[in-house]
């Protein structure tokens, strides 16, 4: 089946559908060449460098509509580094944890860290997700606004009658893809290699005053802390438009450009829009077809970010995607640890919802083909 050839008009124009790292507009890699010899190979601590990423986080700000007092933060690493952040300098005593995907599954062992008490964690049947419940001695109350690896979304909503409590959203694959309130969350965090489409190397966040005292409280506390999982360092840094070590600024440079076409398009709402867009011309065709079926059962679940598609017994999905592949459409394999016969699709900000058609067209092209 690999060496079928899909009609060229039923390919997209382009082929990247992964789920990160995420497709790259070439005018993102134009503003990396034509700006990066200013800043990259120079000074971290300088004003070209500083001054990029006081634009990144300006603008992140705008895009985010970030109330008053809520700040733009940023380190090195990626989420992974941002959960034992989190651990160190962020739960105080103890945190809830959501779990229904990977990510909320990383965080929640992160949040079980000796030094606190055992996460109180709520696990979701996969293909579905789980919700908070208040409970006495809870400090944060923690879940993936998006889960990657199984196409299930979240809102984000602050906890309700636990007022002493922090709201922590992990929104790697939803950050700049899936419209929310910023005002309902006290950490809004994520790393820009997916809506944001940029490379790794970077963590940021969106802190409320309330979470700035929280990490500023516990750095006083007593509590040890390494500089480099330190939050205090990163607002302190950050508040001076750098990071603690060197940033990777091909990333900086790469996600400037992105939100700057996305607050000039529309913002958070037009992306919002775009994405939500292409993740139902999917799910309907999933609907539509014999063959084929959203992994979500409910849609008020399903993700309009990354989507995930099971096939029924009579077609292979890896056929399909090696076929795409040798097509010149790639990443649509499913998250490994499933183990399903299924498609995973990123319909992320920077993916044209025609190409999403085109998608389409090009599996239905695929499965007839099939067994022939």
């Known amino acids: ?58 603008g992140l700000g705008e895009l985010f509509r970030i109330p008053d007092g809520y700040e733009v933060v940023l380190g090195n690493g990626g989420s992974t580094a941002f959960w ?9 005593k103890r945190a809830q944890n959501l779990v229904f995907g990977e990510f909320g599954g990383k965080f929640a062992k992160a949040a079980a860290a000796p030094w606190l008490e055992a996460p109180d964690v709520i696990k979701a049947d996969t293909g579905s997700r789980s919700d908070f419940v208040v409970r006495d001695g809870i400090d944060v109350y923690a879940w993936p606004q ?29 950050a700049a893809g ?11 965090y994520f790393a820009p290699q997916k809506n944001l489409a940029s490379d790794g190397g970077l963590w ?6 309330a979470a700035i005292e929280r990490v500023e409280r516990i750095a006083a506390s007593g509590r040890y802390i390494p500089e480099f999982l330190s939050l205090k360092n990163a607002v302190d840094n950050s508040r001076l438009n750098q990071t603690l070590n060197t940033p990777a600024l091909s990333t900086l440079l790469l996600m400037e450009n992105q939100i700057d076409w996305i607050n000039q398009s ?39 970010v990354v989507v995930t598609i099971d096939f029924n017994d009579a077609i292979d999905a890896s056929a399909i995607s090696k ?32 190409d999403v058609k085109k998608l389409v067209a090009s599996i239905e092209h695929v499965v007839a083909h099939l067994g022939n």
């Open 266 to 304: 529309g913002g958070l709402e037009w992306a919002s829009a775009r994405t939500q867009a292409s993740s139902s011309v999917l799910y309907d065709w999933a609907a539509g077809v014999d063959y084929a079926t959203p992994f979500v059962a409910d849609p008020t679940h399903r993700s309009q």
């Open 323 to 354: 076929t795409l592949r040798a097509n010149g459409i790639v990443d649509t394999e499913p998250y490994r640890k499933l183990g399903r016969n299924q498609l995973r699709i990123a319909t992320f900000t920077a993916i044209d919802p025609e």
């Open 178 to 188: 899936i419209d929310f309130d910023a005002s309902q969350a006290d950490v809004y």
């Open 84 to 92: 034992d952040a989190a651990a160190f300098s962020l739960i105080e």
């Open 204 to 209: 940021i966040a969106l802190f409320s005053p």
């Open 1 to 58: 089946m690999a060496d079928l050839l899909i009609p060229t008009d039923l390919l997209p124009l382009d082929g990247r559908f992964g789920c990160g790292p995420s497709k790259i507009r070439r005018e993102q890699l134009d503003h990396l060449l034509g700006f990066g010899t200013g800043v990259l190979g120079t000074s971290h601590r300088q004003a070209p460098v500083k001054d990029l990423v006081g634009r990144v986080r300006a």
């Open 146 to 174: 998006n889960e990657t690896s199984t196409g299930v979304m979240a809102p984000v909503t602050r906890v309700a009658g636990d007022a002493g409590a922090l709201t922590v959203i992990d929104a790697t694959s939803a």
